[in-house]
């Protein structure tokens, strides 16, 4: 927590030897840090960061307990200066007896609050505070209200124990109970807001009604006004869960709820009543009224710890010294007793306000802290295990080469996209939040495919018209009421394959630069069959896009982006590409084999065919490789043609068939016969052969 | 032009004039040798078999010559050969260097026209951040692991000694799964907040001695700005053995600081507060953007705010109630000790390169990652 101090209210309890801006550097290197300091002389402030476990340095005495010890210098007492005035005051009102008047408190709920102090102040005149207070509080930030309340901020922001005051003469039925509420009750809050109360909370209570959330806040209806004359000074130590979830409930946190979550000091409920008393009574005149009234209803267990030697120097090394360690803890209030006939074996006693440390391993934090983390010599640890690396690791790093080769960027997107999205682009049931940062992003992904898209057309929109991203994660699905988590890869391109230089024209990204791409990835893997088919997923366009099937499975599909059905607005075409990691990665990276080069030269025969548009590449290419001529070592298409003279609904296609041997060179007959061959196939397909 | 004459005088001054009248004749009808046609009719004038110069000469002044004399003439014949020769020889490379010469003048291209650039993709800052601390714990014999983003409340709370309604859970702005009610606490699903989880979950998987470095994403309920996100991606650390002491975290930690940010680096440490580390510490590295002075040139450097110092990374010695959930897998806490360290990727990319902005790397603006090229 981000909290103000001022070094002079430090210096009020301990006398230091250095000046404000050394001990900031100082109380940074024990773990109060002091992340920036402003003002200067009296006005100077330490803006502090403090620890959620270190409630007892959220205040000036704390902080000053801590430079005691990391000084090594006393640390002066807080008494107020009381007794003599209430005995003058009360005798005074009762003629020669001294008349007590115990305020009764009732505490129903022992566990929930363990202890309940109260002192009653009569005749104060309200006021504002003196200046020396509202000088230190406004330091801090604290707005200043009246002397009473002010008193009780001061109290709290020297000791660091929240109390609360209430007009005593607004408080019905002369008694306090600390109860559950009931169903049904209200209590209007000091901020003002009308709270609804349940039996799930704690609240404090006079003969007829709540009149403050326990630990949380006071009642508007029995607050101090100027018209207060009288007061009661409430200061209890409240159970640390209760506050907290009282706190969440009604969604108030407070300096008060900040410090009784985390544990205030148990025993300083009387010392923290005393001194707001002392506070009001110097600023506003008044009486004590009887002595202070201090219900324990429960006392709080503080076990002691048992420290041993050979475990601080297991942890921290064998560097530090007996006397240092037992003189460490001496100075933070702890107190080590050597166990009977044990040497190196020692009872702690913890202070009251340090409910923080519970365990050997708290004890060692300390001593390592106040022995300064930086004095301990830096070592590498010996090790004897190997390197295991993650199953896929090669694969990724394989296919994020590649990619980048490719001239795709890497790119990173949320992991959170819209229910629409999710719909749209994954048949899988998406993970909901349930409490999103907008309604943008109110499922986790089930496609990167949005997150691409969305990259893309934020580039189109800043004048980039050449795109090329690529964003390798996983992305999530629900599956019964587990998270299922798959990584994937997906691809986005929209411009030109080639840009236009004074070289050379440009040339528009095709269906083939993407083909050609995934390609280029799905080759990286070894595989029996990998083939195309055109049931890519219907957000694509269905004369541009194809799936690929990797031994059946679907590994892959590309294309061009439907801006209609992904309901996107994109100035110019958008190609997409998907790889579905976890079924590409059934299969083991392609193996090298290596082949001797060929010793014997290679003959090329072309082919030029008509063909009807039914007949794709794919099936000629299967129906040539289908023949089974071991010599033929490549079969490719090399151009293609439409129009002219070729008929509607046909095509004319330039095929090379390259044939080889590794034994031999090939005989003329040999070629033609198998040319003959594939001429055959081929016009079993219904091809017509133009001209060889 | 010149032609050979018959000898009739077969002393050596007569000779010497001979020849010198002979080779000041090759020179002069080399020099006017101006295309390869010219150097062909040149060539075959003095070194045709048939009437060429130096036949005639082998002819009119050898075969001719008085037996006394045809010692020296042989000799002197053979040097008009060579002389002929090297000379016919040397006119011809001038013809072909004039030649070549001017095919490349034509061939000329402007070499300060830019280059034609195939596209390279460039590795995203983050990730190459995240790749880099990786590699630098791997050299130093430390596993990756990686473990789930949606997390239950078990391994990113509760095994981390986060208990139930402890308010160390109010630092770490969750996002929750929904409809999570009906199942017990511990098993609701969140996305994790920090990468570690995954110590627990490979502690659970595999017995000590342990190095492991875990990069992963992670989500906090963060509204983006300038300096939030609500994902960003974390390297966890964690060595556990029988003898890990403070000194090792702090020995490692600097050992691959100075591997990341450069030998000069320093390290400093102070206390900090994680529930699953005791005790725990932050560290900090001399900043690597001012060398520590706190200024650039006259101006205050901002990644370090002046101090010299940037905050780098949380760490600690493992907290023993961590163990004692894995306690069953072999790390009692009383025989074995550990370390673990936590650092944001994003941030120190942010640090390193000086962006202003962590939004840009969720943006896919290509000419921010270009840059990265």
Same mark, same amino acid.
């Given at each position: 927590?981000?909290?103000?101090?001022?070094?002079?209210?430090?210096?009020?309890?301990?006398?230091?030897?250095?000046?404000?801006?050394?001990?900031?550097? @100082?109380?940074?290197?024990?773990?109060i840090?002091?992340?920036?300091?402003?003002?200067?002389?009296d006005?100077?402030?330490?803006?502090?960061?403090?620890?959620?476990?270190?409630?007892? =340095?959220?205040?000036?005495?704390?902080?000053?307990?801590?430079?005691?010890?990391?000084?090594?210098?006393?640390?002066?007492?807080?008494?107020?200066?009381?007794?003599?005035?209430?005995?003058?005051?009360?005798? =005074?009102?009762?003629?020669?007896?001294?008349?007590?008047?115990?305020?009764?408190?009732?505490?129903e709920?022992? $566990?929930?609050?363990?202890?309940?102090? =109260?002192?009653?102040?009569?005749?104060?005149?309200?006021?504002?505070?003196?200046?020396? &207070?509202?000088?230190?509080?406004?330091?801090?930030?604290?707005?200043?209200?009246?002397n009473?309340?002010?008193?009780?901020?001061?109290?709290?922001?020297?000791?660091?124990?929240?109390?609360?005051?209430?007009?005593? @003469?607004?408080?019905?039925?002369?008694?306090?109970?600390?109860?559950?509420?009931?169903?049904?009750?209200?209590?209007?809050?000091?901020?003002?807001?009308?709270?609804?109360?349940?039996?799930? @909370?704690?609240?404090?209570?006079?003969?007829?009604?709540?009149?403050?959330?326990?630990?949380?806040?006071?009642?508007?209806?029995?607050?101090?006004?100027?018209?207060?004359?009288?007061?009661?000074?409430?200061?209890?130590?409240?159970?640390?869960a209760?506050?907290?979830?009282?706190?969440?409930?009604?969604?108030?946190?407070?300096?008060?709820?900040?410090?009784?979550?985390?544990?205030?000091?148990?025993?300083?409920?009387?010392?923290?009543?005393?001194?707001?008393?002392?506070?009001i009574?110097?600023?506003?005149?008044?009486?004590?009224?009887?002595?202070?009234?201090?219900?324990?209803?429960?006392?709080?267990?503080?076990?002691?710890?048992?420290?041993?030697?050979?475990?601080?120097?297991?942890?921290?090394?064998?560097?530090?010294?007996? $006397?240092e360690?037992?003189?460490?803890?001496?100075?933070?209030?702890?107190?080590?007793?050597?166990?009977?006939?044990?040497?190196?074996?020692?009872?702690?006693?913890?202070?009251?306000?340090?409910?923080?440390?519970?365990?050997? #391993?708290?004890?060692?934090?300390?001593?390592?802290?106040?022995?300064?983390?930086?004095?301990?010599?830096?070592?590498?640890?010996?090790?004897?295990?190997?390197?295991?690396?993650?199953?896929?690791?090669?694969?990724?790093?394989?296919?994020?080469?590649?990619?980048?080769?490719?001239?795709?960027?890497?790119?990173?997107?949320?992991?959170?996209?819209?229910?629409?999205?999710?719909?749209?682009?994954?048949?899988?049931?998406?993970?909901?939040?349930? $409490?999103?940062?907008?309604?943008?992003?109110?499922?986790?992904?089930?496609?990167i &495919?949005?997150?691409?898209?969305?990259?893309?057309?934020?580039?189109?929109?800043?004048?980039? @018209? $050449?795109?090329?991203?690529?964003?390798?994660?996983?992305?999530?699905?629900?599956?019964g009421?587990?998270?299922?988590?798959?990584?994937?890869?997906?691809?986005?391109?929209?411009?030109?394959?080639?840009?236009?230089?004074?070289?050379?024209?440009?040339?528009?990204?095709?269906?083939?630069d993407?083909?050609?791409?995934m390609?280029?990835?799905?080759?990286?893997?070894?595989?029996?069959?990998?083939?195309?088919?055109?049931?890519?997923?219907?957000?694509?366009?269905?004369?541009?896009?194809?799936?690929?099937?990797?031994?059946?499975?679907? &590994?892959a599909q590309?294309?061009?982006?439907?801006?209609?059905?992904?309901?996107?607005?994109?100035?110019?075409?958008?190609?997409?590409?998907? #790889?579905?990691l976890d079924?590409?990665?059934?299969?083991?990276?392609?193996?090298v084999?290596?082949?001797?080069?060929?010793?014997?030269?290679?003959?090329?025969?072309?082919?030029?065919?008509?063909?009807?548009?039914?007949?794709?590449?794919?099936?000629?290419?299967?129906?040539?490789?289908?023949?089974?001529?071991?010599?033929?070592?490549?079969?490719v298409?090399?151009e293609?043609?439409?129009?002219?003279?070729?008929?509607?609904?046909?095509?004319? #296609?330039?095929?090379?068939?390259?044939?080889?041997?590794?034994?031999?060179?090939?005989r003329?007959?040999?070629?033609?016969?198998?040319?003959?061959?594939?001429?055959?196939?081929?016009?079993?397909?219904?091809?017509?052969?133009?001209?060889? | 032009?010149?032609?050979?004459?018959?000898?009739?005088?077969?002393?050596?001054?007569?000779?010497?004039?001979?020849?010198?009248?002979?080779?000041?004749?090759?020179?002069?009808?080399?020099?006017?040798?101006?295309?390869?046609?010219?150097?062909?009719?040149?060539?075959?004038?003095?070194?045709?078999?048939?009437?060429?110069? *130096?036949?005639?000469v082998?002819? !009119?002044?050898?075969?001719?010559a008085?037996?006394?004399?045809?010692?020296?003439?042989?000799?002197?014949?053979?040097?008009?050969?060579?002389?002929?020769?090297?000379?016919?020889?040397?006119?011809?490379?001038?013809?072909?260097?004039?030649?070549?010469?001017?095919?490349?003048?034509? %061939?000329?291209?402007?070499?300060?026209?830019?280059?034609?650039?195939r596209?390279?993709?460039?590795?995203?800052?983050?990730i190459?951040?995240?790749?880099?601390?990786?590699?630098?714990?791997?050299? !130093?014999?430390?596993?990756?692991?990686?473990?789930?983003?949606?997390?239950?409340?078990?391994y990113?709370?509760?095994?981390?000694?986060?208990?139930?309604?402890?308010?160390a859970?109010?630092?770490? %702005?969750?996002?929750?799964?929904?409809?999570?009610?009906?199942?017990?606490?511990?098993?609701? *699903?969140? !996305?994790r907040?920090?990468?570690?989880?995954?110590?627990?979950?490979?502690?659970?998987?595999?017995?000590?001695?342990?190095?492991?470095?875990?990069?992963?994403?992670?989500?906090?309920?963060?509204?983006?700005?300038?300096?939030?996100?609500?994902?960003?991606?974390?390297?966890?650390?964690l060595?556990?053995?029988?003898?890990?002491?403070?000194?090792?975290?702090?020995?490692?930690l600097?050992?691959?600081?100075?591997? *990341?940010?450069?030998?000069?680096?320093?390290?400093?440490?102070?206390?900090?507060?994680?529930p699953?580390?005791?005790p725990?510490?932050?560290?900090?590295?001399?900043?690597?953007?001012?060398?520590?002075s706190?200024?650039?040139?006259?101006?205050?450097?901002?990644?370090?705010?002046?101090?010299?110092?940037?905050?780098?990374?949380?760490?600690?010695m493992?907290?023993?109630?961590?163990?004692?959930f894995?306690?069953?897998?072999?790390?009692?806490?009383?025989?074995?000790?550990?370390?673990?360290?936590?650092?944001?990727?994003?941030?120190?990319?942010? *640090?390193?390169?000086?962006? %202003?902005?962590?939004?840009?790397?969720?943006?896919?603006?290509?000419?921010?990652?270009?840059?990265?090229?």
């Amino acid at each position: 927590m981000n909290m103000k101090l001022s070094p002079t209210w430090i210096r009020d309890f301990v006398a230091l030897p250095v000046d404000d801006h050394r001990l900031a550097e @100082d109380l940074t290197s024990i773990g109060i840090a002091v992340e920036g300091i402003s003002g200067g002389g009296d006005s100077t402030v330490f803006e502090m960061e403090i620890g959620t476990n270190r409630p007892d =340095a959220m205040n000036h005495y704390g902080v000053a307990r801590e430079a005691s010890a990391f000084y090594d210098v006393p640390l002066k007492l807080i008494s107020p200066k009381l007794t003599s005035a209430a005995k003058a005051a009360s005798t =005074a009102r009762s003629g020669g007896t001294i008349e007590v008047v115990p305020f009764p408190i009732t505490i129903e709920e022992a $566990n929930l609050c363990p202890r309940f102090t =109260a002192r009653v102040v009569r005749g104060v005149k309200i006021r504002p505070s003196p200046a020396n &207070v509202v000088q230190r509080l406004g330091l801090l930030d604290q707005r200043p209200i009246n002397n009473a309340v002010d008193a009780t901020n001061y109290t709290l922001w020297e000791i660091g124990k929240p109390t609360h005051v209430f007009d005593l @003469d607004l408080l019905e039925g002369g008694k306090i109970i600390v109860r559950r509420a009931r169903d049904g009750e209200t209590l209007k809050t000091l901020d003002g807001v009308e709270r609804k109360l349940t039996t799930e @909370d704690l609240v404090v209570a006079d003969g007829r009604k709540p009149v403050g959330l326990a630990g949380v806040m006071g009642g508007f209806d029995t607050m101090i006004t100027d018209k207060t004359r009288n007061i009661l000074i409430e200061s209890a130590w409240w159970d640390p869960a209760m506050v907290r979830k009282m706190s969440r409930r009604h969604g108030i946190h407070t300096d008060a709820s900040h410090r009784f979550e985390r544990g205030a000091d148990y025993e300083s409920t009387v010392l923290s009543c005393d001194r707001v008393a002392e506070l009001i009574l110097q600023s506003g005149g008044g009486e004590l009224v009887g002595d202070v009234v201090d219900v324990v209803a429960k006392r709080i267990d503080q076990a002691p710890v048992a420290l041993h030697l050979a475990e601080v120097r297991r942890i921290l090394g064998e560097e530090l010294g007996t $006397n240092e360690i037992l003189g460490i803890l001496k100075r933070l209030g702890f107190e080590s007793v050597p166990e009977p006939g044990e040497e190196a074996e020692f009872t702690v006693h913890i202070p009251s306000w340090r409910l923080d440390v519970e365990r050997e #391993i708290d004890l060692i934090e300390e001593i390592a802290r106040l022995h300064g983390y930086d004095k301990f010599a830096n070592k590498l640890p010996a090790f004897s295990g190997a390197v295991i690396d993650q199953p896929d690791q090669a694969k990724d790093q394989k296919l994020r080469s590649l990619l980048l080769a490719l001239g795709y960027n890497e790119a990173v997107s949320l992991s959170f996209i819209s229910h629409e999205d999710a719909a749209k682009f994954s048949p899988m049931p998406a993970i909901e939040l349930a $409490n999103p940062i907008s309604d943008e992003a109110s499922v986790m992904r089930n496609s990167i &495919v949005p997150g691409i898209l969305g990259m893309v057309a934020y580039n189109l929109n800043r004048g980039s @018209d $050449n795109v090329r991203l690529f964003e390798a994660g996983p992305v999530w699905e629900a599956s019964g009421p587990k998270a299922m988590e798959l990584k994937r890869v997906c691809m986005g391109a929209t411009g030109s394959a080639v840009a236009a230089s004074v070289n050379q024209g440009a040339r528009p990204l095709s269906f083939f630069d993407l083909k050609g791409d995934m390609e280029t990835l799905l080759e990286a893997f070894e595989c029996d069959a990998l083939c195309y088919d055109s049931n890519a997923a219907e957000y694509y366009h269905p004369g541009r896009s194809a799936r690929a099937v990797m031994d059946g499975a679907t &590994v892959a599909q590309f294309g061009q982006i439907d801006p209609e059905k992904a309901a996107r607005k994109l100035r110019q075409d958008v190609w997409l590409g998907e #790889i579905f990691l976890d079924r590409l990665y059934t299969h083991s990276l392609r193996q090298v084999r290596y082949q001797a080069l060929p010793r014997y030269p290679a003959v090329e025969r072309d082919f030029s065919m008509v063909f009807g548009d039914a007949v794709g590449f794919e099936k000629i290419q299967q129906a040539v490789m289908g023949l089974g001529i071991a010599e033929l070592r490549s079969f490719v298409p090399v151009e293609i043609f439409r129009g002219g003279a070729v008929p509607a609904g046909k095509y004319s #296609i330039l095929l090379r068939a390259t044939l080889q041997s590794g034994e031999r060179t090939l005989r003329e007959d040999e070629v033609a016969q198998w040319s003959g061959k594939i001429i055959n196939a081929l016009e079993g397909l219904g091809g017509m052969l133009r001209a060889s | 032009m010149y032609s050979v004459a018959k000898l009739t005088d077969y002393s050596a001054a007569a000779l010497d004039a001979a020849v010198r009248e002979l080779l000041s004749a090759l020179d002069a009808e080399a020099a006017t040798v101006k295309s390869d046609a010219e150097w062909k009719a040149f060539r075959d004038r003095w070194m045709a078999r048939k009437n060429g110069v *130096l036949t005639l000469v082998n002819d !009119l002044w050898l075969k001719a010559a008085p037996k006394d004399a045809k010692r020296d003439i042989g000799q002197r014949v053979n040097e008009l050969k060579t002389q002929v020769e090297q000379t016919v020889e040397s006119t011809q490379q001038r013809m072909q260097g004039g030649a070549s010469s001017a095919r490349l003048a034509t %061939d000329r291209v402007d070499i300060t026209l830019p280059g034609i650039r195939r596209p390279v993709g460039a590795e995203h800052p983050v990730i190459k951040t995240l790749n880099e601390i990786v590699g630098v714990f791997r050299n !130093l014999g430390y596993s990756v692991q990686e473990g789930p983003v949606i997390e239950t409340d078990y391994y990113n709370f509760e095994a981390l000694n986060f208990p139930p309604n402890h308010p160390a859970r109010d630092t770490q %702005d969750t996002l929750f799964v929904a409809k999570q009610g009906s199942k017990p606490a511990r098993e609701r *699903l969140l !996305l994790r907040t920090h990468t570690s989880p995954v110590q627990v979950r490979t502690m659970e998987a595999m017995k000590p001695p342990l190095r492991i470095v875990i990069p992963g994403k992670v989500h906090r309920n963060d509204p983006p700005d300038a300096s939030h996100s609500p994902m960003f991606h974390q390297v966890e650390g964690l060595a556990v053995d029988t003898n890990i002491t403070f000194g090792d975290l702090k020995g490692t930690l600097d050992h691959a600081m100075k591997a *990341l940010f450069g030998s000069s680096v320093k390290t400093h440490f102070r206390p900090s507060f994680f529930p699953f580390t005791e005790p725990s510490a932050e560290m900090m590295v001399s900043c690597f953007i001012c060398g520590g002075s706190g200024k650039r040139g006259s101006e205050p450097c901002r990644p370090c705010k002046t101090t010299g110092w940037i905050e780098i990374l949380g760490c600690g010695m493992v907290d023993p109630n961590v163990f004692e959930f894995v306690k069953g897998n072999g790390y009692d806490p009383k025989k074995v000790s550990g370390f673990a360290f936590g650092m944001g990727a994003d941030r120190i990319a942010i *640090l390193k390169y000086g962006v %202003d902005d962590i939004q840009l790397f969720f943006q896919g603006d290509v000419r921010f990652l270009e840059q990265w090229r």
